[in-house]
């Protein structure tokens, strides 16, 4: 099994363009979130999805949007680059089983906005 | 609201010395919590979690945590130490299927 497959690896975009962090989890998991992180700030999250059909806002999620059409997919898009966004992207996918919960982490997309 | 905190940003130690990485957590109910590892460059590996039963949780790598619920508290350790644990690690704990984490620690290890 694959786990979890974040793409791209690295990215540079200019202030205002647009793109998508695309993340996909081979092992049939309800549950899935974004992250960030900057030095000194751990990870904070951003959107999560509790099933396909389903996403809410984590603690950043200002600028970003995100869609869960299947199980697999949980892309994460920014309309409008800002500098301020540039960071680490992890994309979890999420087991759980009434309170116990455990996290798969994709290896993580470098994001640069100049 | 429920928070993870890791008091130390940085810590140094000697390659073959004791470690200790301290987590403290704030949460009503039994907590469910994690230690990743972080390598330069790399995503987040996990060490250890503790659900629920023994406090003393064994992990990979030689590492293991106890949980303290009186001083809510769920320290990493490891006896001695090896280069290669140089990487910065995170405390986490899960919130209504979201897993929250601190802000890491980064250890560094003198030769």
């Known amino acids: 099994n694959a786990g979890v497959t974040q793409t791209p690896k690295f990215q540079v975009l200019k202030t205002g363009q647009s793109m998508t962090l695309q993340c996909a989890q081979d092992?049939?998991?309800?549950?899935m979130s974004w992250y960030r992180q900057d030095p000194g700030m751990g990870l904070r999250l951003i959107h999560y999805?509790?099933?396909?059909?389903?996403?809410d806002q984590g603690e950043v999620p200002n600028g970003y949007n995100v869609s869960r059409s299947t199980t697999e997919d949980f892309p994460l898009r920014l309309l409008s680059a800002a500098p301020s966004q540039t960071s680490v992207y992890f994309c979890?996918?999420?087991?759980?089983?009434?309170?116990?919960?455990?996290?798969?982490f994709g290896q993580g997309t470098r994001l640069t906005v100049v | 609201a429920q928070s993870v905190t890791q008091p130390d940003i940085h810590i140094t130690v000697s390659e073959g010395a004791s470690l200790e990485l301290r987590c403290n957590y704030s949460?009503?109910?039994?907590?469910?919590l994690f230690w990743y590892v972080q390598s330069p460059g790399q995503g987040l590996q996990l060490l250890l979690k503790?659900?629920?039963?023994?406090?003393l949780v064994q992990g990979i790598k030689g590492f293991e945590a106890e949980f303290k619920r009186s001083q809510s508290s769920f320290n990493l350790r490891k006896p001695s130490v090896h280069w290669s644990d140089a990487a910065e690690y995170f405390c986490?704990?899960?919130?209504?299927?979201?897993?929250?984490f601190g802000k890491g620690t980064r250890l560094h290890i003198l030769p």
């Open positions: 986490a704990s899960n919130r209504d299927d979201k897993i929250i």
């Open positions: 999805s509790v099933g396909a059909g389903i996403t």
């Open positions: 979890a996918s999420i087991w759980s089983r009434g309170a116990v919960t455990e996290a798969f």
């Open positions: 949460y009503g109910a039994t907590p469910y």
């Open positions: 092992m049939n998991h309800e549950y």
């Open positions: 503790y659900f629920s039963g023994d406090t």
